[in-house]
């Protein structure tokens, strides 16, 4: 019963991942995963290769016409939906009960933040296997003290760390928990030995890293198949090694701010219920370890506590913007698994407390299963993404408007990732050479460039913002004034060696690298743009906050605006420019129609583009209020300009 029961909940979270999971690629990371895999490349540090492998595996697989992503996406469900199976397996047993390990598998696999990854191309998934894993089999070696299962425990937690390091932060709790709990039988010399070998066993997949470094891949990083390259790579030290973000992300965070992070995000995983059953829990687990020390409930409360702590010391992503708290929330999976184990034991102490529950443990399993129905239900709206296909057209309108054998110069993991997963297994504008100036930064980069976007001209040996260290962003547009070339994400932070040489004209999503000796028409330009405008349809499409969607969304608009923008910075103060004013209020005019919430700048640029091209009607004299009046309701309270701008809507009232 024990087994059918955790295999329905498993059965359960698949189908419903299956049927809500993205049909192509979705945003982040996934992309370059899926290229990487493809390719047979190295993914970003550590490596990830156990999940290079196990995707290889399924890449392979016959799923009819599905593409490479949705394979990889199927993946993820697969191992996420085997984690909920694990874990009710684990809780079932070590709480004695069966509704206990249906709730707190079911709460994990239906909980937001769970599921987003599930249904999509990540890492996560398989890391919350590997823990669900060792939870089951520490559960299983204290009833047992087997040593097999010991083994099979340092095995799994060696194979974790190929896929994903932080396994560190639950993994080794359970470990020292297993030793601990052992009463001597694993802490002998020899059986020490054994452990330290099988998990030395697990991180074997790690020698395919060099292997795939040396393919050359379309997509790939580091120089992996070199001894410096691969500790460099395996030890993250191009992003810190013992940091979440590198320089130029990385923030100052208090430990507190990182603590409130996780606590409003699992309140949001679990819900009122969910967090009321977690206390329950978390009262009964400590209440055990009070009793009994060796016992079950130190494993419960151990790995969650380290995994918080730890990332309250290296959490230095800023927590200020709601896609780096959302970059943050992946890592809190591992703390929430126990947050689900918790509200599993809250609600099997609960249940074995009330008389009439007691006498009847089918009622138990129907409410267990209605809790996680209700779980199930209350998300399945905003995580079904089987017709989301946002990502690929973001990236897809980027490759559009490149000029025949352009050069795209990219920036931006979103931005880079879902443009390389088009070119190689899309087979989308092969002709456009994509150089992304984060990986030309580095010491590899060019070399991988030269290889896959022939003709490009790097006059050094990376992008430096120190001349003595490589090139700049003018001398590379220098080399490569030949070719048309397009930028996508901005340029390089700090670069400011092309901005007396070299103009960016918006063009859709992305700008156009104009020497400023070339002549550019005007009127040419605002046809061409027009024509390179972004097309997605965005309807029946949540984009919360914090979310790749989010980002598509506000670059949809931004980039909608820009082009007005740059149509009132040409125009200048020049009269015989003042009619196109008009067509820049026309484009912003259209954005604050579509888009309400649009961004104070919108309405600010709209008013003055009115303004300067003369208010002659009382119908521009109104639209021109309107727009001011638009741009007080979310104007920064700081504004230098407020008093003339109260003063001028004072004018038009008049």
Sequence with gaps: MR????????????????????????????????????????????????????????????MGSGSVAFRLNVMSAVCDALAAAFLTRAVTRGARSLPAGIVAGGLFAFAPGVWRYAIAAEVFALNNLAIAVLLWLAVRYHSTRDRKLAMAGAFVLGLGLANHQTILFTGLPIVAWSVFASRGDLASPKVLARLVLAGAAGLLPYLYLPIAASHRAFVSWGAADTWPGFWTHVLRREYGTFHLAPQGVAADVHALDVFAAWWTYTFDQLG??????????????????????????????????????????????????????????????????????????????????????????????????????????????????????????????????????????????????????????????????????????????????????????????????????????????????SSPMVVCGDLTPGDHSSNASYGLWPLGFCDEVHAGSEPVSLDDWLERSEVAAPNIDFRGHAHPPGSWEAIVWSDYWEVRQARAAHIITIAGNNPARHKYLSVAADILQRIVDDNPDVPAHVHKNLALAIGRSGITTPAQKTQALRAWEGYLRVAPPDDPQLPAIHAEIERLKR
């Design 272 to 481: 009122p219920w969910g967090v009321g059953l977690m206390a329950v829990g978390l009262f009964a687990c400590v209440r055990e370890v009070a009793r009994r020390p060796r016992g079950l409930g130190l494993v419960a409360l151990a790995p969650p506590v380290v995994a918080i702590a730890v990332m309250m010391a290296l959490g230095n992503l800023p927590l200020t913007t709601d896609l780096y708290r959302g970059i943050l929330a992946r890592f809190w999976q591992q703390p929430d698994l126990y947050a689900c184990v918790f509200a599993g034991v809250g609600f099997g102490a609960i249940v074995s407390r009330v008389p009439a529950l007691v006498v009847r443990p089918g009622l138990q399993v129907r409410l267990a299963s209605v809790i996680v129905l209700v779980q199930l239900a209350v998300h399945h709206r905003e995580l079904d993404h089987h017709d989301n296909e946002l990502v690929e057209e973001y990236g897809a309108e980027m490759l559009r408007v490149v000029p025949q054998g352009g050069v795209l110069f990219t920036k931006g993991d979103v931005i880079t990732n879902t443009i390389r997963y088009l070119q190689l297994t899309e087979h989308v504008r092969p002709d456009v050479r994509v150089v992304d100036q984060e990986i030309l930064a580095t010491s590899w980069g060019p070399s991988l460039f030269e290889e896959h976007a022939r003709g490009v001209v790097f006059p050094g040996p990376r992008l430096s913002l120190s001349p003595a260290q490589g090139f700049q962003l003018k001398q590379l547009f220098d080399a490569n004034l």
């Design 3 to 62: 087994r059918l029961a955790a295999s329905l909940v498993g059965l359960l979270a698949f189908v419903v991942y299956l049927f809500t999971a993205y049909r192509t690629v979705p945003g982040g990371d996934s992309g370059e995963l899926i290229g990487a895999v493809a390719s047979g490349g190295v993914i970003h540090p550590p490596g990830y290769p156990l999940y290079a492998l196990l995707g290889a595996l399924f890449v392979r697989m016959p």
